[in-house]
């Protein structure tokens, strides 16, 4: 960080110019630090000393603040994709990352970003105070349809998808919340390796992932199938999402007050499931001694979040690949005394009764399904949640076919919504929502239950 005096001279060279090349600002953490740091990313047409200015009051002209933090640029290109076989292509501009540190606790912060073409508006942020009661909403799935001619659409002819609009304006109903941050558990884009698609998907955050009072929102960010490349296999590198969020890994963990978030990458390592099983297994196992030790958190309330999701309308053991994530992953989850899990992937929004896996039996191999039982206190059972309702074209749940509502499921709707999560001590509140405010489940964890009724289909299907 460089003090006031360098940046007024830094920053006196830049005041009068009306134009700025700066853009795509979004916030995420690099580092398990959410107290005293963020970090500030951004796109540029080009390479030059772009940064970062910032203070602790709203200031009219860049040159008046505090504090400068230079941003580090980087191209996305990859060269190979994970079957290795080389990539050719380079996307256009730079990626700046800037972490500003040795914040307060918190503390509201303005800001800007810019260089010697201009300065972009002004933002601020707040930093997460080390008592408070910590408020997210979380989601995923915004993704537009397969073709330009919107073929995924047509499968749907009852419910078209209103893309990007449903995306938007869950996006600006999730700000309105005012929380102090956002998950998004994958599948931003149709095409992770299509920069327009990304650049399309950053301007709206930019845009609607702000409160009324021009606060931005950090997001926390998981990669979906869909980041790695284009359909069917294509261009597969992780690259596309990694080269754009500044996190503290591919998969990663960050603590607030009383919560302990555990991030994990859950894709295939590519969009289809064609084939898929052998690279989900080794994505699985890869994660696993990470996680045992990440779970041995002594936080209130442990969430993990990842992509691909299994105890959501589709039965494990019926030959899709998330059943390598299930069954590698469980007992790390059971053993530690996880209390939610959020997943992503289908395009609905389901919440399962508390579930207790016992073991697992073989189906189709190397498919396998889960033996389990359904406990009547949420504080013996895992929560799983599939939120991946962010405006991509729902997918049904019907009394007949893969996607219905299983034995398991207390909660479930296939429409675009968003839910929000507060913790407040010892209880944890998830309530899902539309746009218009209409509430779709509303749970409050610990809780008991006699019995574990399912929702009626006239009740799901919107």
Known sequence: ?????????????????????????????????????????????????????????????????????????????????????????????????????????????????????????????????????????????????????????????????????????????????????????????????????????????????????????????????????????????????GGQFALPGPYYSLDFPNLHITALDATFTQITSRNAFPLAKKEAESQLPWLKQDLQSNAQWKIVVFHVNYFGCFQSGTGYPSDPYMQTWTDAFQDNHVDVVIMGHTHNYTRSWPVVVTGFKETQP?????????????????????????GAAPDFLKPTGGCTVQDYIAAAVAHPCYSVAEVNGDKLKITTKDTSGTVFDDVTLPYTTDSFPTPDYDQVIH
């Open 1 to 241: 960080m460089l003090r006031k005096g360098l940046v007024l001279l830094v920053v006196a060279l830049l005041v009068g110019i009306t134009g700025f090349a700066a853009s795509q600002v979004h916030l995420t953490w690099s580092t398990n630090d959410v107290y005293t740091t963020i970090t500030v990313n951004w796109w540029s047409p080009v390479k030059e000393a772009e940064g970062v200015v910032y203070g602790l009051t709203s200031q009219d002209n860049p040159a008046k603040y505090d504090s400068y933090q230079e941003g580090t640029p980087h191209q996305i290109a990859p060269k190979v994709d994970v079957f290795g076989n080389p990539i050719d292509k380079v996307w256009d501009g730079y990626y700046y990352q800037a972490q500003l540190t040795n914040l307060k606790p918190g503390t509201v912060y303005y800001f800007r970003v810019g260089g010697n073409s201009g300065f972009t508006r002004e933002w601020k942020f707040r930093t997460i105070a080390r008592d408070e009661n910590v408020k997210f909403v979380f989601g995923g799935d915004s993704r537009r349809p397969y073709t330009p001619n919107f073929v995924e659409v047509k499968k749907h002819p009852e419910k078209p998808m209103n893309w990007p609009f449903a995306r938007d304006y869950i996006t600006q109903a999730a700000a309105a919340e005012d929380p102090d941050f956002i998950i998004f558990d994958g599948d931003f884009v149709g095409t992770g390796s299509d920069q327009s698609q990304w650049q399309n998907w950053m301007d709206a955050w930019q845009e609607y992932a702000v409160t009324n009072d021009g606060r931005m929102i950090p997001i926390v960010p998981l990669p979906g199938n869909h980041e790695f490349g284009a359909y069917p296999n294509k261009e597969a590198a992780y690259d596309w999402f």
């Open 366 to 390: 190397p498919s396998v399904a889960a033996i389990y039982k359904l406990v009547k206190s949420s504080e013996e059972g895992i929560t799983y949640i599939v939120q991946g309702a962010w």
